[in-house]
């Protein structure tokens, strides 16, 4: 008798065994695709930010501008985001979050569309129509006493069909709009997903490796952005050997088109698992803790079958007041909204230091997009992967309360806003610029860019002062042309390319018998190249720093609201963030940028076109400055949070799991009873506590 009952209990745990490795082996899989997924949309877009300030060059638009095309990733995000979380967490999430890939992917190759029908690049006036022609004899020269032959020596390009390039960056920002709504609901349900289905206590520590893991995507495509940048754009349709620019250059432009190919690519391929993944993990019933937020979808679905038998009308209704229900519940809770508006401060900032960081980095120190970029992806952000995973630990190991996270997180914060304040002594000077910074004869400062007048050594020559040529003169200031320098002559195709007989290099008093000039800016001086080496210090400290609340953040996100409410919640958070944070982040932020402009290019249509170089000084002051006031704020509103946590949780256990799966306490009973989801205190309490 003993042995049959040994025999039937074996029998029943097999099954059970059964499910529960198919039930892991599922979670697993969605684990592994959505992290792919996630490095996917990451890698997008990181070739997004690092590609930047070459689409600003490309279409030669201003920063703000940049700023929108960046800005319409989060347009295209937010017309879908919390329709996206509300419903399509009742929908087969998996299923939902390939045809987003897919979309992401369609939306890198639009991305991309303009490269194949615009013409070949023109870093200036002197470059020809045929590409293939060497133009570094048209470099201008002084000519004394000649009329200005810069348009008759030099062949522009026939104006038919530019005006209708000029405005081709519409294309790059309809695509980067699109990538945002395919993007929009890997996020929201991928993570609602993971809280649903990880083990008891395992919530916090899948997000530190999700987000950890996710960092590949930035490190390759600021990696993949790093070498594609010092590809000219037009490679494979000119003669390489006739660019006289190199990508130190302000003027030249990488092929930033090729990394949106490969992302898109990779977007599409990423959807294919995500096809093969069911709806929901079946969990033993006899081997888990039942949570509130199964109950609900247990009595969601019930109420699904009922409504089958009912008007679909009605059943419409129904959803849509649940959903403005569920809205005004996450929107009346305080906590919620203070959370809300401190990180959409705390986003603001983050989003319009990341967008321009690479111009920074090139304006500042004086690197080329492609060095900006290794620093980015190879250096800062291994730092934020660790720092994630890290973040994600420390919460496991020590089981915070919900105000302990609270105190943790802010702790963060002061230490991330006092590293930053570092920056401000890490200002280089503003380089030694002859008509900008200095009289053209380069012995006397200026009070201001604007309008320069002409020197003795060059008032003769007929320069154009729009061309933008910098040279290097041998006293180690730049002149923003060979003309206005009072060069006489070069060196011809020879390269490197060499003025000589420079009267305002002369007239400096610098004694040399050529007084020559090199084709190109001055470079920065050993006390800023100094400044470059600490600045990677200081930014490996703060990126960690930063990365360490990560985790916590978004476990406070959704543990302040109902437990099924939490994928609303994120949705919401998303909206808001996207909507007042990154859109009008990067456009404010390019508008302070573009105020510290010294030089604008003038396009095909005689209009301002991109900055060729800025005021080193204020650029610094103007950027650190906004995000550092953006992070003394965010300090101010966490005393303020946890006030307000201190308030309602004084003498309640807030010791919650980690996947939403916690004790029921009063205020849950009262949510549920008015809402018309009612658990009896009993059942509850005991289902709770299996």
């Known amino acids: ?164 390039e000029s405005y081709m960056w519409i294309y790059v920002l309809m695509g980067n709009m699109l990538r945002g709504m395919g993007e929009t609901p890997i996020q929201p349900l991928g993570i609602s997903y993971i809280d649903d289905f990880a083990g008891e206590g395992e919530s916090s520590f899948y997000l530190g490796s999700l987000f950890s893991i996710a960092m590949i995507g ?19 349709y000119v003669d390489l050997s006739s660019i006289r620019i190199t990508p130190k250059d302000s003027r030249w432009v990488g092929a930033w088109w090729l990394g949106f190919l490969l992302a898109g690519l990779l977007s599409i391929i990423s959807s294919i698992p995500f096809f093969f993944l069911s709806k929901n993990l079946d969990k033993p019933q006899k081997e888990r803790k039942v949570s509130i937020s199964s109950h609900v979808l247990k009595t969601n679905e019930e109420r699904s079958q009922m409504g089958n038998s009912t008007n679909h009308g009605q059943n419409v209704n129904e959803n849509m007041t649940g959903f403005f229900r569920s809205l005004k519940s996450i929107l009346t809770n305080p906590l919620y909204v203070l959370f809300l508006v401190l990180t959409l401060i705390q986003s603001s900032g983050f989003i319009g230091a990341i967008t321009y960081l690479l111009k920074y980095i090139e304006q500042q120190y004086d690197k080329s997009t492609s060095e900006a970029n290794t620093v980015i992806g190879c250096v800062t952000l291994p730092t934020i992967a660790t720092g994630m995973f890290v973040g ?34 890490l200002i280089c000077e503003s380089k030694l610029v002859a008509g900008l910074t200095l009289t053209y004869d380069g012995n006397n400062p200026v009070a201001s860019h604007i309008n320069v007048p002409l ?118 958070h998303s909206l808001i963030i996207r909507s007042l944070g990154g859109i009008p982040a990067p456009i404010y932020f390019g508008a302070l940028i573009d105020k510290t402009c010294m030089k604008w290019s003038i396009n095909s249509s005689g209009k301002q076109g991109s900055c060729r170089i800025y005021n080193s000084k204020l650029f610094g002051y103007s950027f650190w400055g906004l995000i550092g006031s953006t992070k003394l704020l965010t300090v101010i509103l966490f005393i303020a949070f946890i006030y307000a946590m201190k308030k309602k949780y004084q003498g309640k256990d807030t010791k919650v799991s980690e996947n939403g799966r916690k004790t029921v306490n009063e205020e849950n009973l009262k949510f549920l009873n008015n809402y018309g989801r009612c658990i009896p205190p009993a059942r509850a309490d005991s289902e709770t506590h299996m």
């Open 1 to 164: 008798m003993d042995q049959n009952q040994h025999l039937n209990k074996t029998a029943e745990a097999q099954p059970s065994q059964k499910r529960k490795s198919r039930c892991c082996s599922g979670f697993k899989m969605f684990f592994a695709a959505l992290s792919f997924s996630f490095i996917s949309k990451a890698l997008s877009a990181a070739i997004m930010k690092s590609s930047i300030t070459q689409i600003e060059r490309r279409f030669d638009i201003s920063s703000s501008v940049a700023g929108l095309i960046d800005g319409s990733f989060e347009i295209g995000n937010l017309i879908l985001i919390v329709f996206v979380s509300y419903f399509g967490s009742k929908l087969h999430r998996p299923k939902i979050i390939g045809i987003g890939c897919i979309i992401m992917g369609i939306g890198c190759f639009l991305t991309a569309l303009p490269h194949f029908f615009m013409g070949y690049y023109r870093y200036s006036k002197e470059v020809y129509n045929n590409p293939l022609k060497n133009s570094t004899s048209s470099l201008s020269t002084c000519l004394i006493n000649q009329n200005l032959l810069v348009n008759n020596t030099s062949p522009e390009i026939p104006e038919k069909g530019r005006e209708s």
């Open 455 to 572: 020197s003795y050594c060059n008032s003769d020559c007929n320069c154009d002062e729009n061309q933008w040529e910098p040279v290097c003169g041998d006293n180690g200031i730049t002149y923003i042309s060979p003309c206005l320098a009072g060069c006489k002559s070069s060196s011809g195709n020879k390269k490197p390319i060499v003025f000589y007989n420079c009267s305002c290099v002369e007239a400096t008093g610098f004694q040399n018998r050529n007084n020559s000039a090199y084709l190109g800016a001055c470079p920065r001086d050993d006390e800023c190249r100094k400044k470059f080496h600490i600045y990677i210090v200081l930014q490996i400290l703060n990126s960690f720093t930063t990365a360490l609340g990560t985790a916590s953040t978004i476990m406070l996100l959704f543990k302040n609201v109902q437990p099924e409410l939490k994928s609303l919640a994120m949705g919401v």
């Open 392 to 425: 994600g630990y420390i919460i496991k190991k020590f089981k915070f309360t919900l105000l302990g996270i609270a105190k943790y997180l802010f702790f963060i914060n002061i230490l991330s806003t006092l590293f930053y304040q570092f920056n401000f002594t």
């Open 218 to 236: 930035p490190i390759l495509g600021f990696t993949l952005g790093s070498q594609l940048s010092k590809i000219y754009v037009d490679i494979g």
